[in-house]
């Protein structure tokens, strides 16, 4: 029951961290929760999907399917947190200022929840499918198998808690550095996601298989519960290669440069704005 | 132009098929949540292709913190993974849903 409850931990908190991450990022944005709870109801719904066709997809492209399929959705999670986060620099005081009226209709507040929403999608998917092949593993075993659901009910809730902790410190941060905040950890989130991307290619074959650079696992294992937060949250690998890093590296300048380029240009796009209004 | 290109397209394809045609197979068995062989020798320094069948009903994730490798594999089937080149030396390996019993590691020299 032990283990069980550890293996579904695992999957659900990794999921619910970055849920913890957008939910907080989405604060007060309208109509936010149907987005994010459509995006956890999509990706539930395509994780039933996907562990019923686990086998076709492992086989295929030669056997490295299932990587391919991982760092395909790790990639599109990265694209759809770099474009809220760029899209996010350019209107932040404009959805500050939105936010400040209660009830307001941000109607352009519907970019970046429908791009992070889709994120929240794509991280359900992919653990939710392994947590729905162990389950239906565990349901195939007979009778010996409740304690164990039990394991996976605990696991699931510790996830949860864990999560929620997560959010509601985040949320305790006043709403002006909150968005900083937010900004910073879907940065790293995705930078993480980039590395983790980088792995499952590695793993495929389609990149170099390289030794890890540095083996930090003594001081703080990745499998440990800080170790799994730090790595979502933050991207901390305890074995990371040379790709690994400059995957990291990348997204993380590709994204900041981003950022930085289309806060220099939302000045002339809000005069525009005001001489049309 | 175009014809840089085929070369390339060419020897693209050769690197690849040598590439294939060089990797060594091994075959490694899930039954009642064990891995048969439990000790894999592989050479060191090449890249190889473990083939891992699974002949339980029940799903199992081959995962190496060492090699850096997991891989869910469903029940009756098999999956690939490639690992290596390797130092020499002993990775061990483990089947994530059944830790208890799913041990085995790969040896390479």
Request: glycine share 8%; charged share 10%; aromatic share 8%.
């Amino acid at each position: 029951m032990f283990s069980t409850a550890i293996i579904v931990f695992r999957e659900v908190l990794e999921a619910a961290l970055v849920v913890a991450v957008v939910l907080a990022a989405t604060q007060g944005l309208a109509r936010r929760s149907r987005w994010i709870v459509g995006g956890i109801a999509a990706g539930l719904l395509g994780s039933l999907l996907v562990a019923s066709l686990t086998q076709e997809i492992s086989m295929a492209f030669a056997g490295v399917g299932q990587e391919l399929f991982n760092a395909a959705i790790l990639l599109t999670a990265v694209a759809m947190l770099a474009w809220h986060n760029i899209w996010m620099s350019r209107h932040a005081s404009q959805l500050i200022a939105h936010l400040r009226q209660v009830g307001s209709h941000v109607s352009s507040g519907q970019l970046p929840i429908y791009f992070l929403a889709t994120a929240v999608g794509l991280a359900v998917l992919r653990e939710g499918s392994e947590v729905v092949l162990f389950t239906q593993g565990l349901a195939a075993g007979g009778s010996e198998s409740l304690p164990m659901l039990w394991g996976a009910i605990v696991g699931l809730g510790a996830g949860l808690v864990l999560g929620a902790l997560i959010y509601f410190g985040l949320v305790r941060i006043p709403t002006r550095h909150l968005f900083t905040v937010t900004g910073w950890l879907i940065l790293l989130l995705a930078a993480g996601m980039a590395a983790s991307a980088a792995g499952y290619l590695a793993q495929a074959g389609w990149l170099p298989v390289q030794p890890p650079l540095w083996n930090s696992s003594d001081l703080l294992s990745q499998h440990s519960v800080p170790g799994e937060v730090l790595h979502v949250l933050v991207g901390y690998q305890d074995r990371p290669t040379a790709i690994q890093l400059s995957f990291y590296l990348t997204t993380l300048v590709v994204i900041a440069v981003g950022m930085s380029l289309s806060r220099q240009r939302a000045p002339s796009i809000n005069r525009q704005n005001a001489s049309i209004h | 132009m175009a014809r840089i290109a085929h070369l390339v397209a060419i020897a693209a394809l050769l690197t690849v098929g040598t590439a294939q045609a060089k990797t060594q197979t091994f075959d490694l068995t899930i039954t009642d949540h064990h891995f048969q062989p439990e000790a894999v020798t592989i050479p060191a320094g090449e890249k190889v292709k473990l083939m891992v069948h699974n002949q339980d009903a029940t799903p199992e994730e081959f995962e190496s913190y060492e090699l850096n490798r997991e891989k869910i594999i469903p029940g009756h089937s098999q999956a690939v993974i490639f690992i290596g080149p390797l130092d020499a030396g002993e990775y061990p390996f483990f089947g994530e849903f059944n830790q208890a019993t799913a041990q085995g590691r790969v040896i390479a020299e």
